[in-house]
Each structure stands twice: as structure tokens, then as C-alpha cells.
């Protein structure tokens, strides 16, 4: 049964969302006005509480993901996912820029029927506006494993890392160029 997607005072809200590597993912969610923590793990697979190297090898089954606690009062889950698809490229399989491999897949993991509805209905919606077909898997969240505290804020920790600059940084810009209103 996947886990709620509300926490327990009922006041926040819980995505689960892979879009390649977890680093650029979490520095957009973090963003956003209303997203209240952002934190990298992995879901997906069929290892209990996989590392980061078992993951890579691809031996898991585990996609890189972001799980976001949101405040729904003040960005709702559906921007979550419109930021989320413009963000990374929902049609490649298993590839998202220079990362390549089934850890690395375009992927929403919900915690109830509700965020369920929803993300089929935003893929129905964005997918004409793509020359091909989304590729996105949507399945139910089981668990969640939070990312060794390296990979936490990594972007806020190493701005000019290489691999920031030329991933992170293009996809900060097409958020605050395409969904402004939504930043902090």
C-alpha cells in the first residue's frame, strides 16, 4: 500500500518524482514557492535500502528521485508536475541528458489515487505538446529511500561543480523563464 500523501499534522503534501539525476531535480523543487523540503533518494526498485553505487550499476531497479513535502494551500500538486515535465524530457527511455540508464528514468511514484488521477490526467494534457509519446512511468510509491547526505543540496553545496553548471543551471533558467510565478 503506498504511503499517504499527507503527513501526519495534515498540512503538507508528498511527491515522489524521477526526472534524471536527482541533483537538478531537487534544485528546481526547491525552488518553488510552497515546496517546504526537497530530498534525494531512491524509489522503485527491489533492494532494501540500496546505495548510490548499487543503484548505478543499474542492479536495483531503483530510479533516482526527489521526494518533495509541499504545502498545498500554496502550490498545488498538479504545478508540482507541469514544473516537473517542463523540466526534464518525459520521452527519452532511461536517459536524461548525459545520464543514461534505467536509474536515470522519467517516473512519478504517488501515494494515493488522487495524486494517481491527477499525474494521468497532466501526461494527457503536455503530451501533444511533445513530438513524442511520454514515456513516463507512473506507479504507486512502496518506499522511498532518502540519498547518502552527500547528494542532499548538492547543487546548493557545489554551484560550480561541472556537472551543475552545465545541467542544473539551463534547467533553473527554464523554470523562472516558464513558470515564474510559481519561484520563490
Known sequence: ???????????????????????????????????????????????????????????????????????????????????????????????????????YRSAVYYHDDDQRRTVEAVIEDVEPLYDDDIVTDVEPLETFYPAEEYHQDYFEKNPDDTYCTVNVNPKLSKLREKHAELVT
Not at 515546496?35 to 524509489?43: C, I
Not at 531503483?62 to 500538486?77: K, M
Request: charged share 20%; net charge negative.
Open 1 to 103: 500500500m503506498p504511503e499517504s500523501s499527507h503527513d501526519h499534522d495534515g498540512d503538507l503534501e508528498t511527491a515522489t518524482l524521477g526526472g534524471g539525476c536527482f541533483w537538478c531535480i531537487e534544485a528546481v523543487l526547491k525552488e518553488l514557492d510552497g515546496v517546504q523540503s526537497a530530498t534525494s533518494g531512491y524509489a522503485g526498485g527491489h533492494v532494501d535500502d540500496p546505495s548510490y553505487e548499487a543503484v548505478c550499476r543499474g542492479r536495483t531497479g531503483h530510479a533516482e528521485v526527489v521526494q518533495v513535502a509541499f504545502d498545498p494551500g500554496t502550490i498545488g500538486y498538479r504545478d508540482l508536475l507541469e514544473v516537473f515535465f517542463t523540466v526534464h524530457t518525459p520521452t527519452t527511455l532511461n536517459r536524461e541528458g548525459p545520464d543514461v540508464g534505467s536509474q
